[in-house]
């Protein structure tokens, strides 16, 4: 058997390097959407409806993308199992990339009528569909390149990544909206950030031709070890276990980027009266410390396991969020150090991918992960912002509470994991494949 315990070569660091580059970009194509909705909402809906039909409308053309990845991610996966992961990971970031290019060029109602928010809705279809290979697909080929005791990393590595997407919509968007007048913007300075997240994209494809196929899949190619039925079946009949935990997983990974970082900054506007730029300063300063909390997370995992990683990264989760949304209202000058904690905590979602490539076998590993995680981020993801609106009617403390719920859940996989995985390093070599 290969070394298992080698550092990573510059092989390596390229992979997670293009990897990590790729999924930013598309995870910037992906939300870019919601930072301009209601300027698209004016241009693609009817001028005459009430306007809370129109941000109905539009924000479900927004959720939309959310429904179509689990059917996006399921399809994707099966090809990756049977194909090859690289071919779907390129394919992935280009069926990205030309719906959002599509949507910079699109005619608005005013050309075309009812055929704009069809067309709209269709190029929203399309990036969900490819934001749901694109995820599960990334950890996949990262995992598989390199060695079995540096998943942790590499994973970790590549949702830092992700999140940088999230950053750089963000500013994109605050340059934009603070470099043009409101009717310089309607007459197509909206236009902007989804051409350059098009180009962008194509970008990041052609960079990726330069990644090589995992070894885990060629392995198996050579033994042929493909599976030989769906890949999605043998998922569902033989590994239900693994699709519970990776679903609970993935609902406290959703709770945790949904809540804490894209939710907070409207509930601190809403609930305690802070500048919007100061909200923006703020949710700037978590992510970049969310970026920084995934990486520990993936160094703790490769290191301690990811039992001992979820239980203490969920009680850190449960504190650092809880002090956030009980103090950032009375001790506003506290905000920034408060957010900023908030969000390294929620850096425990960096160890999710870990746990879920382990826990499915190489052959319908792909499938696995693609079914768990955007079937629980469709569901999940999409009640989140309702549920947590609606109980804020009863508590204003409801992000909090809701955060402190599915820290508990995360510190209960975490135990869950330790008294499964005794030998935990030996499973990991099983699960991963031969280095």
């Known amino acids: 058997m290969p070394n298992v315990t080698r550092q990573l070569n510059r092989q390596d660091y390229k992979t997670l390097t293009l990897a990590a580059l ?3 970009l598309e995870f910037y194509d992906f939300i870019i959407f919601v930072f301009f909705a209601a300027v698209v909402g004016e241009l693609f809906f009817p ?10 409308q539009t924000f479900g053309i927004f959720a939309a993308g959310y429904l179509a990845r689990p059917l996006g991610g399921i399809i994707m996966a099966h090809f990756g199992d049977k194909v090859g992961r690289k071919k779907m990971f390129t394919l992935s970031i280009l069926l990205m990339a030309l719906p959002t290019l599509a949507i910079g060029l699109l005619p608005t109602y005013a050309t075309l009528g009812i055929l704009a928010p069809l067309l709209l809705l269709a190029m929203r279809l399309l990036q969900g569909a490819a934001i749901g290979g694109e995820v599960p697909g990334a950890w996949v080929f990262v995992a598989e390149h390199v060695p079995a005791r540096r998943i942790g990393i590499a994973c970790g590595t590549l949702t830092a990544g992700l999140t940088v997407g999230i950053l750089l919509g963000s500013v994109v968007a605050t340059v934009i909206n603070t470099s043009m007048t409101p009717q310089t913007l309607h007459d197509g300075g909206w236009r902007i950030p ?20 995992t070894p885990v899949f060629i392995e198996m190619q050579q033994r042929k070890a493909l599976a030989d039925e769906l890949p999605i079946k043998t998922v569902v009949m033989n590994h239900k276990k693994a699709i519970a935990v990776s679903m609970l997983l993935t609902w406290l990974l959703s709770a945790g980027i949904v809540v804490v970082i894209l939710m907070s900054p409207v509930w601190l506007q809403k609930q305690h009266g802070f500048a919007p730029a100061l909200t923006l300063q703020g949710n700037s300063i978590a992510i970049v410390m969310l970026c920084i909390g995934c990486l520990l997370a993936g160094l703790a995992a490769d290191r301690f396991g990811a039992s001992k990683t979820l239980i203490v990264g969920s009680l850190l989760l449960a504190v650092c969020s809880w002090m956030f949304y009980h103090y950032a209202g009375t001790h506003p000058e506290q905000l920034f150090l ?26 319908v590993r792909f499938t696995g992960i693609s079914f768990s995680y955007n079937l629980s981020y469709a569901i999940f993801g999409g009640i989140t912002p309702i549920l947590v609106t609606g109980l804020m009617a009863v508590s204003p403390l409801a992000p909090g509470w ?34």
Request: overall charge neutral; cysteine-free; aromatic content about 10%.
């Open 338 to 363: 408060l957010y900023g904690l908030a969000g390294l905590s929620v850096g425990v979602v960096g160890a999710v991918p870990f746990v879920m490539v382990r826990a499915f076998p190489a052959g």
């Open 402 to 435: 809701y955060v402190l719920a599915l820290s508990l859940v995360g510190l209960a996989l975490g135990i869950l994991l330790r008294q499964d995985l005794h030998h935990e390093d030996d499973v990991a070599l099983q699960a991963v494949g031969t280095r």
């Open 47 to 56: 001028p005459d409806i009430p306007e809370w039909l129109r941000q109905l």
């Open 22 to 24: 790729g999924g930013a």
């Open 194 to 213: 989804f051409l350059l997240g098009g180009v962008f994209g194509l970008m990041a494809m052609y960079l990726r031709r330069w990644l090589r196929e």
